[in-house]
């Protein structure tokens, strides 16, 4: 009788360490945030893509949680990189497209860690600080630099970066050799080498440029994809790249002794480019800048080994979701986010699968707009007066059968929803949300980086680059204000 209490006591506990929760494996674990710009979620190894081996992704995915419907916050890349740093909607951060500048009142994700005693760093292409053209080096004035936005460390440019760029390293430019991906990934390494001694912990956003076109890989990349157009051998050679860096960022995670207590996601800001075969979207409708699933569906994955078990999940999750997530499992206040929020916490699903998602996934992208209701999708052509559509997608990923005359009841229910929330938008954008109750500063209007004063001096030199060839020749306007009274 002993023997048996005694056994039935062993295999409970067994048990228990074998599926209890985890989360308190790290009370503060490291936070790295890794994403493509332009990669479409049919770009993968693990998707069985007909071209493009994707090994490092492949086994980070297999040692993950890998999301099936992971969707970018917008179809576009500013706006969804809004909805990362918030976990808001774009508009209501005032990053209605490419090239809008996020708002100083808005409150960011590498202030809360801050704050929380993080270490934080940015790397890569930044593209908030309402500079339009290819990325040039962020100048160290700049009002809206990742320093601005919680940031201590930064190696940045304003928009998508290719080979052998000029980054600024908090205002200081400095001029790299190689792949873009594996430069962004190589400073990130050093920035969390340089913490780990110290026990501190470590949030870093590495933010590619690669695929964005016109893409330059490396040769021997590129070489891999010979039978393609040009453009598309570029395009796949630098996402051969970009999966290497993947790579690179987890074996040293692991030779530093820090993987199992590292929270890495890894997704793109928007979906696949049009014009690139093999195509980039898994089969699914629309591109980048569609609100359908090809323009918003990305590669997601979440990778801590400390807590979470290697699954796949077909629960709708979204870069508005980040946030949230850390801060549930921080046990952060809700005062660290500008409300409202949008997203919601993925901490429940690190350890079962949840049956359905009971918050909707929003969009509002130019005049257009979706909800994503768990399996079902709402489509609004004008974001106020329609018309609307209804997709099943679990049955129609491809959002082929509207549904919207013979599913009346879900699709009146929804659009109800969507055009409630659509109004709290409007509210959010013109400043509602924030204690002054209105937008302070201004919201600056894009323009292109060439225009501007401040990068006159370089002009003629970079148009010399194959990145900035030709804006020499763009004449500067004669007023831009852009500083911190504007």
Sequence with gaps: MIRRILLACMATVAAYFTSAPRVEAAAKPNIIFVMADDMGWGETGYRGHPVLKTPNLDAMAAAGLRFERFYAGCPVCSPTRASVLTGRANDRTGVLSHGYALRLQEKTIAQALRAAGYATGHFGKWHLDGFKGPGAPILADDPRSPGAFGFDEWISVTNYFDRD?????????????????EIAVAEAVKFLDANRASGKPTFAVVWFGSPHGPSRALPADAAHFADLDKESQNHYGELAALDRAVGTLRRELREFGIADDTLLVFCSDNGGLPKIEPATVGGLRGNKGTVFEGGLRVPGIIEWPAVIKPRVTNYPSSTMDLFPTVVDVLGLPPSVMIQPVDGASLKPLFNQELARREKPIPFRYSGKGAMIDDH?????????????????????????????GERSDVAESLKRAFLTWNASVEASFAGRDYPEGRVSPPDPKPISWSEFPGYKPYLAEWSKRPEYRGLGDVKPAAKHARGKSE
């Design 165 to 181: 760029p000029i980054l600024s390293r908090r205002g200081k430019f400095e001029e790299f050799q190689g792949d873009s991906s």
């Design 376 to 404: 079902f999708k709402l489509v609004a052509d004008g974001a106020v007066d329609g018309p609307f559509h209804l997709y099943d997608l679990k049955t129609d990923p491809a959002e082929s059968h509207d549904l919207f």
